[in-house]
């Protein structure tokens, strides 16, 4: 699949998949070194995963400094950025599972279980925050994780179709943080 001219998203098998700029020139973003590709595939770029888990870290030590005197702020911080560090590398290991193996069911549970929870942590601190929120607003609130939580479940767990394909080996993912 090839984007054109005006931007879009490439995909091959030699350097994964990139950004296609607006001269046609691709930045690499999975499968090849982050920076303008000039083609030839790559290793996982070990600088762009370490500088998002730096950014990831600051933000959330920066919420945490800020709401120091508020407990529960700082809980949810905290929790909130375990769950994402642990959804990144289940969500990793997911993906380089082989279909149909007993390990990606588990994978599949984990993934399942860490979103809804992010979700409804959420959707805790929005009603937590919010003052004078009414009673159909509120339920409109919890109604969004829920029904995200049961969307989540029918991809994930709908056993009637068999979705799962091979992963394309000629595409890098990038390891867990």
Do not use: H
Not at 49 to 77: E, P, Q, Y
């Amino acid at each position: 699949m090839e984007g054109g001219d005006d931007g879009g998203i490439r995909v091959d098998g030699d350097s994964g998949i990139g950004l296609i700029g607006v001269d046609g020139v691709g930045i690499g973003v999975i499968g090849g070194d982050v920076g303008i590709d000039g083609g030839g595939g790559g290793g996982f770029s070990w600088t762009f995963a370490a500088s998002l888990l730096a950014f990831l870290t600051f933000n959330c030590g920066m919420a945490v400094w800020t709401s120091r005197k508020d407990a529960s702020i700082v809980a949810f911080v905290a929790t909130s950025y375990l769950d994402l560090l642990l959804l990144f590398c289940c969500l990793w290991f997911y993906n380089r599972a082989a279909p149909g193996s007993p390990r990606r069911s588990r994978l599949k549970v984990s993934v399942w279980t860490l979103t809804t929870l992010l979700t409804f942590s959420y959707c805790y601190m929005v009603l937590g925050t919010a003052a004078g929120l009414t009673l159909q607003v509120a339920l409109l609130v919890w109604l969004i994780p829920a029904a995200t939580g049961v969307g989540a479940s029918y991809a994930f767990f709908d056993d009637c179709r068999n979705n799962e394909q091979p992963l394309d080996r000629g595409i890098m993912l990038a390891p867990p943080v």
